[in-house]
Every structure is written in structure tokens, then in C-alpha cells.
């Protein structure tokens, strides 16, 4: 039966999403049951992407990334994939009804990533559109259980979150983006000049970020708020952790959250959320 398929293809979604991120499995542990598969759905997707773009160097990317979006479109419109990432995708898709431009602008930016780029303002916002905002958007349809002007009223303070959690990636990442990768996103850096005045005009940004998309996780049904707050709050722990990073120390080491750190934000989150104080 395809409902077996399903299962099987929501499990590999999950077991994706546990293997390659700590913390966003920990935030969609906190999310309603019912939202689970179709967040670990969407995150399987844009990892599976991501991973084509950014490790698979021993392979045509561009053949391979031509054929993932063929593909997933085709999941799309015909409602099954032998491609169990994509068939729990497309289930994700077609119950929620996704537009295809969240889906266009996504891939568009993974293509941007087969060139090695140095962003001006204007490709820099796009690719942040594309690569984290519109992932925001898709889990939003999602939260918001098809409620059309609930998703409006809260999309451009999702996309604010989306925005702020990338742009922390790639302070984080700024090393081996250049070094391995040949990527310089943030418009107009010299890596070469990238000093404590730089840093600072990057992190004013990050905080005007989250400063919107925490007004946006406090409107969102009782069955999300909670995971992606804790989404919020591991991001925002990071964020202050780079903040009180010396530049040159970015430039040398990847920052992290140790897993018992995360675990002791996670139980303070909960306190937080259980009385109301979100």
C-alpha cells in the first residue's frame, strides 16, 4: 500500500534530519506530533539539496542538482517519488499547498552555489530569500495548518527568523565557506580586512533580524511555538557566542553549542514556555 511507502519515506525523512542537525531535531521534538513528518520532510529536502551543492565534489553538481529539482517537480505533480526524501516532500507540498516559487527561489539560490560568489546587496538578499526565508515560509504553511491569513499576517516576520539563522551560518561558517568552498556572502567583506568593525555591522543585523522573528514565534499556534522558539533560543545562544568571539577567532575555528548546553536550553525553554512566558 502506498501508506506503508509513506511511513517509510516520512522515517527516512527523520533519520536525515536527526543525522545531520542536533538542533533542529531537538526543536521539531517539541513541535505537535501531527507537524513532525512534514517539518523533517522539508528539512530532508533542503538538505539533500544543500548536500549536492556543498560536499559532493567529486560529482557533476550541476547534473546532479538539475536532476534533483526535475525530479522533485515531477513528485510534485504526480503525488509519488521512488525517491523517499522527495516522496515525504511532496506529501508536505501537496497537503499544505506550497506555492512552487518557495520551491523556484530555494533552488535558484542552491545554483547560486555551484559559482564561487562574492555577493553585492542585491545577490546577497536573494540568495538569503531563497536559501533560509522561503525554507521559513514552507514550514509556515505548515504551522499554520492551512490558515491562509494567519500565514500572511506572520510570513515576513518568519522570514525575518529564516534571515537571521542563515546570516548566523555564515558568520560561523565565514572560514571554511572562503577557504573550502571559495563563498564570501556577506556583500562588500574582505575577508583579508575582516575586523571588530566589520563583525559588529553584521551582528547589528543579526539582532534586528531576531528581534522581528521573535515577535512572529509569539503569534503562532500553541502546537509550533514552543519548537521553534527553541529553535530561536539554541540560535540566539550562538549568536551571542560568536558575539563574544574575538574576529580573528572567528576566522580560525568553527564555533559550536555543546550538546549539554543544548539540552540544559532546552529545559529552560520548557519552564519559559509552560508558564506563558514566551
Not at 557533476?60 to 503525488?79: N, P
Not at 512552487?100 to 539560490?109: A, G, P
Not at 550562538?238 to 580560525?252: A, E, G
Request: glycine share 4%; net charge positive.
Amino acid at each position: 500500500m502506498k501508506s506503508l511507502f509513506d511511513k517509510v519515506s516520512s522515517k527516512c525523512s527523520k533519520i536525515t534530519t536527526r543525522s545531520y542537525s542536533t538542533s533542529f531535531s531537538l526543536g521539531i521534538s517539541c513541535l505537535d506530533k501531527t507537524l513532525r513528518p512534514h517539518i523533517c520532510a522539508i528539512y530532508g529536502f533542503v538538505r539533500f539539496a544543500d548536500e549536492i551543492v556543498d560536499t559532493f565534489h567529486d560529482y557533476d553538481k550541476k547534473k546532479l542538482l538539475d536532476r534533483f529539482e526535475k525530479d522533485t517537480y515531477l513528485a510534485i505533480e504526480e503525488g509519488i517519488s521512488l525517491n523517499p526524501i522527495l516522496n515525504s516532500f511532496q506529501l508536505a507540498v501537496n497537503t499544505y499547498k506550497i506555492e512552487s516559487e518557495l520551491i523556484d527561489l530555494f533552488l535558484k539560490s542552491m545554483k547560486m552555489d555551484l559559482q564561487d560568489n562574492e555577493y553585492n546587496q542585491v545577490s546577497f538578499e536573494n540568495y538569503i530569500l531563497g536559501s533560509a526565508e522561503v525554507v521559513g515560509l514552507m514550514c509556515l504553511h505548515v504551522f499554520c495548518y492551512g490558515d491562509d491569513s494567519m500565514y500572511q499576517s506572520l510570513k515576513p516576520k518568519a522570514m525575518k527568523l529564516g534571515s537571521a539563522f542563515q546570516k548566523i551560518n555564515f558568520l560561523r561558517d565565514l572560514n571554511a565557506d572562503y577557504n573550502e568552498l571559495g563563498r564570501t556572502y556577506f556583500p562588500g567583506l574582505d575577508i583579508a580586512q575582516f575586523n571588530e568593525s566589520s563583525k559588529k555591522d553584521i551582528e547589528k543585523s543579526i539582532e534586528e533580524d531576531f528581534r522581528m522573528g521573535y515577535e512572529g514565534i509569539k503569534g503562532l499556534p500553541k502546537s509550533s511555538r514552543f519548537g521553534v522558539y527553541l529553535a530561536y533560543v539554541y540560535y540566539y545562544s550562538l549568536f551571542k557566542k560568536i558575539r563574544d568571539t574575538p574576529s580573528y577567532n572567528i576566522l580560525q575555528s568553527r564555533i559550536r553549542i555543546p550538546n549539554n548546553k543544548k539540552y540544559s536550553l532546552l529545559f529552560t525553554s520548557y519552564l519559559r514556555h509552560s508558564f506563558n512566558r514566551i
